[in-house]
């Protein structure tokens, strides 16, 4: 048995063999006890797998910045900053002219109205009407539809006179002056969209009409007409027809939001299908009466109703035009609601006006007519969109969808004691009282609540 310094030599000897026999190297050229065996290699035989691109010096970034860093750069610049400096000065001074003319005019435009008030206390008879709404406007009075309408001409007249006069010169045009200046004007050439059956006569449909146009004067309103066989063929597929259409517009928010405010006995007018049932409030209702001129449709708006709410009783359900609406009480004077609501169905009565005046002589004392419509909008080029598909909208939903439903409620000897008008003015959310009622609390705006201004309030 070996010992000592033989052994260990030994032992190193094995150590070495297996670990080239292992890594499967080629023995050493270095002779160890008569074998070739390398018994420390400390390099590779092989060099590393490594591309020759690793070992490439790096590039040299781009000194030349882009996108927002330029402009940066380009902002920082001294030369950038002393053309900014004088950019900023012009502007300043631009600024200040256009701040002089406006306040210049906002001077002279509140002297004239304390002249207009001392006139008015000197002799309110001397006052010719546009002195007379000009004062109006002034003491914070609400301008009636076609006192607004005949307001905005008197201003486009007076614009005109006054690039033509010196500054500081009041003048009140006349009546006679305004139809003079409006004959003037260019009548704007207006076309109809075809109908269905006579696209080919296009050139048929056009016209002018003046720039200014009530429901009266206005050429593209359709003829009134009897609505009722046209919605008895529509009662069965009514629902499907329009949904689509008023989900895109989000109007049962609309229609939601009007009908919160119904309360006590409610009368509804052209219920049609009953689409506003699904946002009755009836923690707020006693009574509930749909009326409609199409039995068919009536017919559906029961079994909606008995449908979704079998157990109130208080219902019922009437055939009739709202142009008849105070022959069918039998001339009873008890029978009166304190809500009176009607959704898209001033454009389809043959004669809204009376429909209007014959809900008023349906109301108790303080009670209210709940409006949700369409009509025209406060753009211009939305009302020529309007008028443009009028007759197209006739045919297709028997709707006059351009009346100015401002009008029929002046015309009907109204109030608004709640507007909100949406979908670009087109869409009109009203609530509407007698004159002599007084208006409440919730019809208020907010800043009338807090600075205790506006109209006075009832006292329930």
């Known amino acids: 048995m070996l010992g000592g ?10 150590l070495c063999l297996q670990a080239d026999m292992f890594r499967g190297l080629a023995p050493s050229r270095n002779k160890i006890l008569g074998s070739q065996v390398g018994l420390f290699r400390l390099y590779s035989q092989k060099p590393y797998n490594v591309p ?32 900014l400096t004088k950019v900023y000065v012009a502007g300043f001074g631009v600024c200040c002219i256009f701040f002089y003319y406006y306040m210049r005019d906002k001077y002279y435009e509140e002297k004239f109205s304390n ?13 010719n009407e546009y002195e007379h709404l000009r004062l109006k406007l002034v003491l914070g009075d609400k301008l009636k539809v076609r006192e607004q309408k005949t307001y905005d001409l008197y201003q486009a007249l007076r614009k005109e006179q006054f690039r033509s006069s010196s500054p500081g010169s009041f003048h009140s045009p006349s009546p006679e002056e305004l139809q003079e200046w409006y004959d003037r004007q260019p009548k704007r050439l207006v076309k109809k969209a075809p109908v269905p059956e006579d696209e080919e006569h296009v050139h048929e449909h056009e016209h002018e009409h003046s720039e200014v146009a009530t429901n009266k004067t206005n050429p593209n309103i359709m003829e009134p007409a009897d609505t009722t066989e046209f919605y008895d063929g529509m009662a069965s597929a009514y629902d499907d027809e329009v949904k689509w259409e008023e989900r895109a517009i989000l109007m049962g928010m609309r229609r939601s939001q009007i009908m919160s405010r119904l309360e006590g006995d409610v009368l509804e007018i052209a219920c049609g299908t009953g689409r506003n049932i699904p946002y009755l409030h009836f923690d707020k209702i006693d009574s509930i009466t749909f009326l409609d001129s199409s039995p068919k449709m009536v017919e559906v708006t029961r079994n909606k109703f008995r449908e979704q709410y079998p ?33 898209f169905g001033l454009c389809s009565h043959e004669d809204p006006v009376r429909a209007l005046k014959n809900m008023v002589g349906l109301l108790r004392p303080g009670g209210r007519i709940v409006l949700l419509e369409h009509g025209r909008s406060n753009w211009d080029f939305i009302n020529n969109h309007l008028d443009f598909r009028a007759e197209k909208r006739m045919k297709t939903w028997a709707c ?35 004159p002599e009622d007084p208006i409440k609390v919730s019809e208020k705006t907010f800043l009338q609540k807090l600075f205790g201004t506006g109209p006075k309030t009832s006292v329930n």
């Not at 691109?53 to 902002?75: D, H, I, M, N, V």
């Not at 009346?403 to 109030?415: P, T």
């Open 5 to 14: 310094p033989s052994s260990f030599l030994v032992s190193v000897f094995v």
């Open 52 to 83: 020759k691109a690793s070992f490439a010096p790096p590039k040299a970034k781009s000194s030349q910045a882009t996108g927002w860093r330029a402009f940066g750069q380009w902002l920082g610049d001294n030369s950038t900053q002393k053309k």
């Open 115 to 127: 002249s207009l008030k001392q006139k008015f206390l000197e002799d309110p008879d001397s006052l």
């Open 311 to 343: 157990k109130f009783s208080k219902v019922a359900f009437t055939v009739g035009k709202a142009e008849d609406l105070l022959d069918l009480t039998g001339g009873s004077k008890e029978i009166k609601y304190d809500t009176i609501v009607e959704t």
């Open 400 to 434: 006059r969808w351009n009346l100015d439903i401002g009008e029929l409620i002046e015309d009907a000897g109204l109030d608004v004691a709640y507007e909100k008008r949406v979908h670009f003015g087109t869409t009109w959310m009203l609530v509407c009282k007698r």
